[in-house]
């Protein structure tokens, strides 16, 4: 899977030096597949990130290890 740009929100504004800088708030894309297909999207602001991935049936045990390893989440035993 890859990652297509959709839109980026950036903000401009002066820091304490009256120098105008820019800042990314907020990003979104869509996920793509090996055929070109959107197979889900993502949204990562600075107050939350949402990814979504749809279009077909999910391992769902193998998503929350790749979850937790991304995370670095330790199992509870």
Known sequence: M????VKETIE???NELEEEVEKT???EY??????????GSAHISQHGVNISLYGKEFD????ASRLNDFL?????V
Do not use: G, Y
């Open 30 to 39: 869509n996920i793509i597949d090996e055929n070109e297909m959107q197979v």
């Open 25 to 27: 708030v907020s990003i």
């Open 72 to 76: 670095n989440v330790e199992e509870e």
């Open 12 to 14: 401009r504004a002066l």
């Open 2 to 5: 890859k990652t297509k740009l």
């Open 60 to 63: 769902i045990h193998d998503w």
